[in-house]
């Protein structure tokens, strides 16, 4: 090898190399290179070969899961309680679903108001700036049409100073004129300058929507809470409530439902509760009542956070009198603690 890199480097200094010479050259030249990619390539196949296992195991896995729902629901005694198990994950489902779409209709509407006020208040501070560019500009422009005319008048009356006896007057008159001309210099640059400004003004683009206001957000996301409370109220009208929540964060195999009869009366009821909350109707002036409730009672953790403090949403501690309690209102939900619905994914940051 030494001897072949010493006949190459004796080829090169001794003249021209040949086309054979020039090519094994390249060849040493190019194999750090793919030395290098060779490694990534092993690298790569490595990878691919680690996430395929991965993704191997996690196949059994899932096969394994489905082999016991299999098992799980050809059992007499625990398929009818598989059943409503993920009838009342569905409805937890199209409860989310609704309250998604309720907060996605609010925003939106919100966005349509403030990006029309916005553009609004940016055209009216616009148009104001460009009156007041125009009063300058016309203050300015009569400012130079009198120094014009004072410049005309003044070279008027030197050329009427035609004299001998006019000498020093004419004379006078010259060293006024230049005064004269240099104001009006100034003056004409000063109506080219807000003739720039006003050019300025006109040319400017419309500024980006900053987005939705911090008072906004918080509305927006107290009406999403309130509507979940409506939701819940709706969903507990059937006693599913509780147990749909329960549903979604147990596993099948953990939950009972009783007997058949329990399990097919649970379904009819998950029926009844799917049917009325996807055919909610008139929800705006609930929501409205639950919002001004929620409104007067919610605190947050700093100046700007959206999301109020999920203890300044508590239902009121139940008061003791005579050692007796009174009963709670009706209406205890603390949907954002619970996190009812999967809400805080849905709440305005």
Known sequence: MIDKLTFLKGGAEGGAASPDE?????????????????????????????RLKQQEGATIRIQEQMDALGDLLGDPKTGFGALV??????????????????????????????????????EGEKNARLADADLRLQTASAAANEQRRLLAEAQQEIGRLTAFWHYFRRRRRLKSLESLRSQLVVADQAVGDLHAERSAIEAEGALEFPGLSLAARRNINLAIIGYAELLCEHADAFGLAARAKEAVARR????????????????????????????????????????????????YRNAADTVPTADSLSPPVTELEFDKPKAAPAATWNVLAEDYWDLYTLLLR
Not at 100 to 122: C, G, M, N, P, W
């Open 22 to 50: 020039e090519r094994l050259m390249q060849l040493f030249q190019n194999r750090a290179g793919l030395k290098k990619a060779y490694a990534d390539l092993k690298d790569e196949f490595h990878l691919l070969r680690d």
């Open 85 to 122: 198990f993920f009838q009342l994950r569905a409805l937890w489902k199209t409860c989310h679903q609704q309250l998604s779409a309720f907060a996605a209709d609010l925003t939106r509407q919100q966005e349509a108001r403030e990006i029309a006020k916005h553009k609004a208040d940016v």
């Open 252 to 299: 099948v195999h953990e939950m009972t439902f009783g007997t058949r009869a329990d399990c097919e009366s649970y379904m009819q009821r998950v029926q009844k509760a799917q049917l009325a909350v996807a055919n909610q109707k008139q929800i705006t002036g609930l929501v409205r009542a639950k919002l001004e409730r929620l409104r007067a009672t919610c605190e």
